[in-house]
């Protein structure tokens, strides 16, 4: 069995900006006060593993524009929180926000700082006064979720403002192949199922303004995502290896299934992939073996990450590699045959 992976990394925005304290936000602005911000996107990895592993156009970030995102908005030199995890809608692709022309007298910068897709439920932390908790559940959503570098500009004469949003979780996905080694016995495995145990999915992500970094708060929820399932002849080799989609197994990443998880700890006999498959009838040194139905194998996740962590913002692709012998390889014992000791302890001559 051969069992290895490859990543490339998102791009994870630095951050910068003063200390500040969050405030209640002002009352909504009547329509005859607002001025209209458009908003430059952009969504940043910083490239793919070159090869025959993946191509660096299957790789290209993209935004849902059918989901709004989240905007906050803190004045720099008082700490007041100006807006308030406002959702932001995109209309022919395009993003744009009303924001009170009120806002537009401050003569100090403002920081803003967004999120995506847009929650309802997100908090700001007291004890810090300057981070905002963003929960997500991989069952509720399957967008990212992303989170901006924080801008700091003078809201005077803004009518543009970029937006460099990065991932904060990981994207897993699969290839496998064939790996037998012996010839005979190569080209017979049928894939039914592939299914990811334990993987996390639900925490909340604290970011940090000031600090420009943020954490991940694990909630204790482990999930089983069934990647695959069907009934797909497994290609030999890995010149043949081939990207796991939901139902079949796909030459692209673009159509392989691939899922959201939050950045975890990889721990000695927890998280694992399970591949059931079945085997085709085959002639081995003369012999005839019967086809079979529901094998397993399993491949646990340690020890192949560095440092046994997922780290945020990375997509990761593993490799399968599926050796047949494993569930035909003979189990052999041997003995070995030495001189009988006899050993007297001092006052006792018997054991």
Not at 214 to 220: L, R
Not at 228 to 250: C, H, I, K, T
Not at 306 to 335: C, E, V, W
Request: glycine share 8%; charged share 20%.
């Amino acid at each position: 069995m051969r069992n290895f992976f490859t990543a490339s990394s998102f791009l994870l925005a630095a951050l910068s900006c003063g200390c500040v304290k969050m405030s209640e936000a002002p009352a909504p602005a009547s329509a005859g006060s607002l001025h209209k911000i458009d908003f430059d996107i952009t969504v940043m990895r910083e490239g793919a593993t070159k090869g025959d592993l993946v191509d660096a156009a299957d790789l290209m970030a993209t935004m849902d524009t059918r989901r709004p995102f989240s905007l906050i908005v803190v004045e720099e030199e008082t700490g007041d929180l100006l807006l308030n995890n406002d959702p932001v809608h995109s209309q022919d692709g395009h993003y744009s926000y009303y924001l009170d022309k009120g806002l537009w007298d401050i003569p100090t910068p403002v920081l803003f700082s967004a999120y995506y897709p847009h929650v309802k439920n997100v908090t700001f932390e007291d004890a810090t006064h300057h981070a905002y908790s963003i929960p997500f559940q991989s069952a509720e959503t399957e967008a990212g979720p992303l989170v901006s570098q924080t801008v700091e500009t003078s809201i005077r004469q803004l009518n543009t403002l970029p937006l460099t949003f990065s991932h904060i979780t990981n994207d897993i996905g699969f290839r496998v192949c064939d790996v037998t080694a012996d010839k005979q016995m190569q080209g017979h495995i049928r894939l039914r199922k592939l299914i990811a145990h334990q993987m996390a999915s639900a925490g909340v992500y604290l970011n940090d303004i000031v600090l420009g970094r943020g954490d991940w708060t694990y909630q204790g929820y482990y999930r089983e995502v069934t990647v695959f399932e069907g009934n797909a002849p497994v290609g030999v080799g890995p010149s043949n290896e081939r990207f796991v989609g939901s139902d079949a197994l796909v030459d692209d990443m673009a159509r392989s299934h691939r899922f959201y998880a939050i950045p975890d700890r990889i721990v000695m006999g927890k998280q694992y992939i399970e591949a059931v498959f079945d085997v085709d009838g085959f002639t081995l040194n003369g012999e005839t073996y019967g086809p079979l139905e529901g094998q397993v194998l399993k491949y646990p996740f340690y020890g192949i990450l560095p440092g046994n962590n997922m780290a945020p913002g990375k997509q990761y692709t593993f490799h399968l590699g599926m050796d047949l012998a494993s569930i035909y390889r003979a189990i052999s014992f041997t003995a070995g045959i030495g001189d009988w000791e006899t050993k007297i302890y001092e006052n006792n001559e018997n054991f």
